[in-house]
């Protein structure tokens, strides 16, 4: 079951918003039809017991006759979803019956999917296009079902509608859903300012060192590799947020790498080039610069893959630069990847390495629409009822227009992570892989660890992320350190302490499970970010005088965040 149209790789539900008639979709609900699931169901060799679905329509139509009672009867309909908490539900009968029935409806079609007979996988995948359907036909999501919609607009006497149609015409015109006011941030004003220089660059990233906050520093530096399919500044947004100024302020000499953003004159490169002449690079030039020997290693999501295939790549060949390494949202066992695991299958994998994977793009639109459809009540339907629906003009909000900021990956270098890392988890295998000439062996990594993940987290689970520990310093679990923070995939990592939110769990004592991990954890109020910076002082070395940004054989190139991450997809 492909989510995906062959050619754009946007998800099917969102087809509608290409469409130029968009504004007769968001006017009227689509209606319920379970045939097609039923269908797709049979296609994919799955089924459901007759008896099953028989006492399901039974149930489905006892509780749609009891609801149909009490709104004929004017009784109140209780409505237990925040999508309809406002008071505009509850004061019209009828409007919450609506979205009782609807509830009603989404729980019938999810018991469907619980009674498929199929492989796990496979009802997965079903259960997850189910979902998509509900959510896209929730009543909040029409303006005809949607009383809150159609109050403003007596309300404004037709300005809210008037205002929602310009922002879904302007929303077409730009390919997608706008989620902040992007006019109120521009990358080097009032994101990704801390100061500093870019001090190398080549055809797949520059080199950003930043300026020290500290008379003194740790002597040896902190080198960041951020993931590619994102913008760097999502660790540096605000002063008061950033996590490279932390690092900064900590007394760390930070280098930064900072991705370009590929164009067809680089849909060629592969994964060897982003470990090669990417992360490697990184490594020679911190080390270079500093004249240190060893660097503190740090590396999120898929900037943490990169870096740890890197060092077993030098391992192999005897050099081991990292004091320390810092994972944080990293898959490196791709075991258990979640919720994207219904994007991924032998098929799938292959159209891409036919279309892109001897040379091309993976677009980053296609990216944000995946990403928005795995949580898409949040980053869609939310958008839908509150700029298009009610008129409502997007709030500022920095961390969403960092998402909307996407970025391409070459088609060679994206396939062969596809097949290699979430398909066939090659990487866990010791000398599976072949990178830089070099077969990969991660137990060759001779550096003490600091593993974070997400308890909430969507796309690296936490269980996956801690899987790490049974990979990284086999026979010496004492050199791994987990922790385990609240929230998501970059909620719970962007988590400064003096905002004084969530919390976080730790546990010292080797186990031999994720869960087993977790049942002697203690949770503690506030950030991680203090763990991780007492983690970094063991490995910085000795104090030496604070740098500046360069050297007689690297001197600066212009001012960070530097030219390449202000390059934009389209």
Known sequence: MNMFSPHSGTPAWMNQFADPNAWQTWMKPPQIDTRPILSTIA??????DPADMAQLQQDYMQQLCALWQDA?????????????????????????????????????LLAMVDAVDAKAKTKHKIRFAVQQLIDAMSPANYLVTNPEAQHKIMETKGESLAKGITHMLADLQKGRISQTDETAFEVGRNVATTEGAVVFENDLFQLIQYQPLTKTVFARPLLLVPPCINKFYILDLQPENSLVRYAVEQGHTVFLVSWRNPDASLG?????????????KAFEVARDISGEDKVNAFGFCVGGTLIATALAVLAQRGEQPAASLTLLTTLLDFSDTGILDVFIDEAQVTLREQTIGQGGLMPGRDFASAFSSLRPNDLVWNYVKTNYLKGEEPPAFDLLYWNADSTNLPGPMFCWYLRNMYLENNLRVPGKLTVGGEKVDLSLIDAPVFIYGSREDHIVPWTSAYASVELLNPGQRERNRFVLGASGHIAGVINPPAKKKRSYWINDKAAGSADAWFAGAQERPGSWWTEWAAFLEAGGGKQVKARKPGSKKYPEIEPAPGRYVKVKAE
């Open 43 to 48: 296609e994919l060799g799955a089924s459901i």
């Open 72 to 108: 004929v009867a004017g009784k109140p309909i209780p409505v237990a979803d925040r999508r309809f908490s406002a008071p505009e539900w509850q004061s019209n009968v009828w409007a919450a019956f609506n979205a009782a029935t609807y509830l009603l409806n989404s729980r019938f």
């Open 268 to 280: 060629h490169l592969t994964w060897d080039d982003y470990i090669v002449e990417g992360v490697i």
